[in-house]
């Protein structure tokens, strides 16, 4: 330790001592620098034990800076097993000036964390070795980026070998084994096979990679029956298999001995289907048991996919010079197609490199012959050398900017050119399957058309007008006489509403007003601000009343959903009781309000509150002088039971269908003859089917009338 404090080396300078004394604040800064640090710094010396490190090394190993002090070869402990031999072979070269390498360490928890050991040597004044500076900062994330990198490039290859395989002439037979082939360079620990089934449900083995020392499985016959699962289904639902221990797995049981001869532990199949029929399997197999990553999985998957493509592109084209020449015939035919237009016509490839333009556009655009130049040519040029031409230049660019961006189909925007003249333009992104390959673009002159459509357009509003009154005649006679009474019904139940609902909201505001106005020098202040909060609430209530009448007219007319939300229902009978005090009062009736506080119900506020409104307004209506009117809630299965019942007249049962009516228009004055509509009862029948509840009337002539319905009830609210 003596030693390593007099180094000096020209490269590290650890020695804090060589600080100048008139710069002492440099000198702690040096310390607190180094100890504070995130990286973890620690020095060794020729035996390699450490005998200094920062405190980093607790936030990254877990071990404490006394406990590498403690134990000097602690450091050599946590390196990974499987790593170990790696930094032992770069360890030989110790009197390299500047060393780095990536392994793994286990923490002191078990951990495995990926780091970078960056180290430089350190001499004394004699250039004797006397050990390395080391900085160990965190990868994880840069191995993890990695580590998905190198899949992705490895699937990237698979891919590219399939295909070039698959149009290089060669038969499937061949695709297949190449396929295989650079699948076993990825999990060179794994055998992989792929096997047909043919129309008996056998699968026959037809070739196999990386079979190693296990048994050959060519010419092996696999029964699938044995699976002991239904064929047509298993064909139908075309889903992988995956058996992560063959012994343990209950649905191989008849074939387990197979496997075992086989020496196969795990197995991870995917069907090769194409017309919705299996033509065969790709599969993994393990000796012995493991656990299939998603690594793995999914490489198998594509696999599966590719060559699943490849039977059916195989299927259907015998030879690449086929399919080549096919492609230049429908490529020529597009091309001539495109000449053919009217209109100008520009195709891009992915890089916005121009393809083709057609002579139509070099004519629209007064631009020559630019169909044998601008091929190939960035099509931003053309844009901008176009652009001066438009009315509104800057619309038009920003126009092109953002459909491209947004890769989204636009027709028929329309474009005035500084001639007058009138262009329909259309873009067209251009996908294979998902992947975009390009874009199309094509200027139509429509000035002609314009002219004619607005002279068109001129001369029907014209003819519109005169045959206007004609034409309201005919389209009533179409109606026929049952829409008709039920638009008049609809009509006149919405107007009855209006009058029903509108009336009693205002007897607060009247009655407390009129008392404010004849009785305002008796009054307290009290009273007074009892009365004017009473006229405040009333008219607070018709003015919601009024928007609820408004969503119920939309309900009907189907512009409108009833929203359900959790509310408190005890405020809700507060509100309805105010909005109907004074009309309870002038008959003496009492109030029984056995709501709990704290009960909440889940259904549309607005049409439950209209609900209980119209049920205490009936029984206002019906209940004599020094009556009694109970508004209750419980809890019943899960469900808030609400009823309103009165000490009133009641109804007869053979009245109370009735009630539901709309063509029976079923209305009793009340007991001081206060007058009705009728339909009071209908709304409040609908607003409760409309949040999924039913209202129940049990009635004595006499004696008084009980409504009933069913909320739901919020599973946190108590009673």
């Known amino acids: 330790m003596k030693n390593l404090k007099e180094l000096n080396s020209s490269e590290v300078k650890l020695n804090t001592n060589d600080v100048p004394e008139e710069l002492p604040n440099q000198k702690t800064l040096f310390e607190l620098f180094v100890e504070k640090s995130d990286i973890w710094e620690f020095l060794v010396d020729e035996q390699g034990n450490v005998v200094y490190t920062n405190s980093a090394c607790e936030m990254i190993t877990g071990y404490e800076c006394c406990e590498f002090r403690n134990e000097k070869n602690l450091f050599s402990k946590i390196i990974f097993d499987n790593d170990k031999r790696k930094t032992v072979e770069v360890a030989h070269e110790y009197k390299v000036n500047t060393l780095t390498i990536e392994y793994r360490v286990q923490t002191k928890t078990s951990n495995l964390v990926w780091v970078q050991h960056k180290s430089r040597a350190v001499y004394d004044h004699n250039n004797e070795y006397r050990g390395r500076k080391v900085c160990v900062s965190v990868i994880d994330e840069f191995k993890d980026r990695e580590k ?67 048994l050959d499985a060519e010419g092996e016959v696999f029964d699938a029956s044995l699976l002991k699962m239904d064929r047509g289904k298993f064909y139908k639902i075309a889903r992988p298999y995956i058996s992560s221990n063959i012994e343990e797995d209950n649905l191989l049981h008849s074939y387990r001995k197979h496997f075992r001869r086989l020496q196969l532990g795990a197995v991870l199949v995917m069907p090769l289907q194409y017309s919705k029929i299996i033509n065969g399997v790709i599969c993994f197999d393990s000796r012995e048991a493991r656990e299939w990553n998603q690594h793995e999985i999914k490489t198998l998957s594509n696999i599966a996919d590719f060559l699943s493509l490849s039977l059916k592109l195989a299927s259907i084209m015998d030879k690449q010079k086929r399919a080549e020449r096919k492609y230049r015939e429908v490529s020529s035919r597009m091309l001539n197609l495109m000449d053919t237009l009217i209109g100008g016509i520009i195709f891009e490839d992915v890089n916005s490199r121009i393809v083709h333009v057609n002579k139509s556009f070099c004519k629209l655009f007064l631009m020559d012959e630019c169909f044998k130049k601008l091929p190939n040519s960035a099509s931003a040029n053309l844009f901008n050398d176009i652009s001066p031409l438009f009315e509104e230049t800057d619309k038009f660019i920003e126009f ?37 390959t390009g874009r199309l673009w094509h200027f139509r002159d429509v000035s002609d058309e314009v002219k004619s459509k607005e002279e068109l357009e001129r001369n029907t509003l014209l003819l519109r007008r005169k045959t206007e009154d004609l034409s309201n005649l005919n389209q009533k006679l179409l109606v026929s006489e049952e829409e008709l009474k039920k638009t008049n019904a609809e009509k006149d139940k919405f107007f009855s509403i209006l009058a029903h609902d ?175 509509s009728g339909l009071g009862l209908i709304l409040v029948k609908e607003f409760l089917e409309l949040n999924n509840s039913t209202l129940n009337i049990t009635s004595t002539p006499g004696s008084g009338t009980v409504f009933e319905f069913n909320l739901p009830v919020d599973n946190k609210s108590t009673l």
């Open 148 to 214: 998905k990198l190198v899949e992705a490039q490895n699937r990237l290859k698979l891919t590219h070998s399939i295909f070039y395989e698959l149009v290089s002439e060669q038969s499937i037979e061949n695709v297949v084994r190449s396929a295989l082939y650079q699948t076993n360079t990825m999990f060179p620990e794994l055998r992989i096979t792929y096997a047909t089934i043919n129309e008996s449900g056998l699968m026959q083995v037809k070739y196999s990679q990386n079979i190693d020392d296990r």
């Open 400 to 436: 092109v900017s953002n459909v491209v961006t947004e890769r989204k189909t636009v027709l028929k925007k329309v474009f005035k050119l500084k001639n007058d003249h009138i262009f329909e333009m259309d873009y067209i992104p251009v996908f294979l399957g998902n992947e975009y």
């Open 502 to 676: 509108l009336r009693h909201p205002f007897s607060p505001i009247l009655g407390f007003s009129e008392i404010l106005i004849e009785e305002a020098e008796t009054l307290t202040s009290d009273e007074v601000m009892e009365y004017a909060s009473i006229i405040y609430n009333s008219s607070k209530n018709l003015h919601k009343l009024v928007e609820n009448l408004l969503q119920w007219s939309r309900v009907q007319s189907g512009r409108i959903s009833i929203t359900p939300e959790l509310f408190n229902l005890y405020d809700i009978v507060e509100t309805c009781k105010t909005v109907y005090l004074v009309s309870a009062r002038k008959k003496n009736i009492i109030f029984n309000i056995s709501v709990p506080q704290n009960i909440n119900v889940y259904a549309d506020q607005n049409s439950i509150d209209t609900v209980i409104r119209n049920l205490i307004s009936n029984s206002i209506k019906f209940t004599p002088a020094n009556g009694e009117i109970s508004i209750k809630a419980e809890l019943n299965n899960g469900q808030v039971l609400v009823s309103v019942s009165d000490t009133g007249v009641g109804i007869k049962k053979a009245d109370i269908d009735k009630l539901f009516r709309i063509d029976a228009q079923f209305s009793t004055p009340g007991t001081e003859k206060e007058k009705g």
